[in-house]
């Protein structure tokens, strides 16, 4: 039988199995947008051989992680200049497709992607590649167009709606987060509402709000138009209220449902196990420490603005401790 986690057992968190890890594919970006640093800091796009990621991912299955985290500055942009098309599909949708039949591998994500990189061949990728999470994130940085232009972004706010429903399209199930920046140079109260506006349209399960904040040698730094600290405060409050009241209706949802979590381990205080949805919600429950690293049902049962609660739905009894000796607390 399993042992459940007894309190004070997260101080051994180093000795449980690795469950997830990143894998770097490509590093560099060619993007320059106006705010960012990045490519003068690291340099142009650089593409690890396919092949070689292929391995890394299988051996890191072999040793028992379940999912993968596909990592790059420009991810979407992977192997462009290094790996030809193939019927239509990019480099980095192959690369998808070789780590989806990696036995052993469960899950699949990435980040950090851009807009301009959500090809049809992608969006379709989330309907037919069993392993890849219904999870994207997708930064918006402006919802103006104008801002846009002036970020140097190479899309427009209705591209970015038509992605983000394309992809609901192809799983209505799909959650998203983003990047949002407030406050850059020039931002009006209209190019202001017009973020909101879409903010509030993409209905974000998760989103990073930054005020803007001057980087020396970037483009945006000497342009005109610098938005004071208070307005800046006060846009990023009220897109994390329009964040918070998303996502307690999305858990709202899930209350009631069962999940499919990738047990984890230990949470912070070391009384439950903690593991992810699909989506990417933080769940925590009750479980046998052998079950680390196992993909589990989970009843939810309640729920915080960011954490989920619930309980092991399996069948036999000597995984679920709830079911043994006492119930859930």
């Known amino acids: 039988?399993?042992?459940?986690?007894?309190?004070?057992?997260?101080?051994g968190v180093a000795a449980l199995p690795q469950v997830s890890a990143f894998v770097s594919i490509q590093q560099g970006c060619n993007m320059d947008c106006a705010f960012c640093i990045v490519p003068k800091t690291r340099g142009d796009e650089r593409s690890r051989p396919m092949d070689e990621i292929v391995r890394e991912c299988g051996q890191l299955a072999e040793r028992g992680v379940r999912e993968v985290t596909l990592l790059g500055q420009i991810v979407t942009s992977y192997g462009r200049r290094d790996h030809p098309h193939t019927n239509g599909v990019t480099p980095f949708v192959q690369l998808l497709e070789q780590v989806n039949a990696i036995p052993g591998i469960r899950r699949i994500r990435f980040t950090s992607p851009h807009p301009r990189g959500?090809?049809?061949?992608?969006?379709?990728?989330?309907?037919?590649?069993?392993?890849?999470?219904?999870?994207?994130?997708?930064p918006l940085q402006s919802g103006s167009d104008r801002i846009l232009k002036a970020m140097n972004r190479p899309y427009t706010r209705e591209r970015y709606a038509q992605i983000v429903a394309d992809l609901r399209a192809v799983r209505p199930d799909m959650y998203f987060s983003t990047d949002v920046i407030v406050g850059f140079p020039?931002?009006?109260e209209e190019d202001f509402a017009q973020t909101r506006e879409l903010f509030a349209q993409a209905n974000y399960d998760m989103a990073y709000v930054f005020k803007y904040s001057v980087r020396t040698g970037t483009p945006a730094a000497t342009m005109a138009g610098q938005?004071?600290?208070?307005?800046?405060?006060?846009?990023?409050?009220?897109?994390?209220?329009?964040?918070?009241?998303?996502?307690?209706r999305r858990n709202a949802t899930l209350l009631g449902t069962t999940q499919e979590v990738l047990v984890e381990g230990p949470d912070k205080k070391g009384r439950r196990f903690m593991g992810r949805t699909r989506g990417n919600r933080i769940v925590h429950f009750e479980a046998a420490a052998r079950l680390i690293g196992e993909l589990v049902p989970v009843k939810i049962?309640?729920?915080?603005?960011?954490?989920?609660?619930?309980?092991?739905?399996?069948?036999?009894?000597?995984?679920?401790?709830?079911?043994?000796?006492?119930?859930?607390?």
């Open 1 to 11: 039988a399993g042992t459940p986690l007894s309190p004070g057992a997260a101080s």
């Open 118 to 138: 959500f090809k049809d061949d992608l969006i379709a990728a989330y309907g037919r590649l069993e392993k890849l999470c219904e999870y994207v994130h997708l």
């Open 186 to 188: 020039g931002e009006t």
């Open 227 to 248: 938005v004071p600290e208070a307005v800046k405060e006060a846009r990023n409050q009220e897109l994390l209220r329009i964040l918070a009241a998303n996502s307690d």
């Open 301 to 329: 049962e309640r729920a915080s603005t960011a954490v989920l609660y619930g309980s092991l739905a399996l069948p036999d009894p000597e995984s679920n401790p709830a079911h043994r000796t006492h119930g859930t607390h």
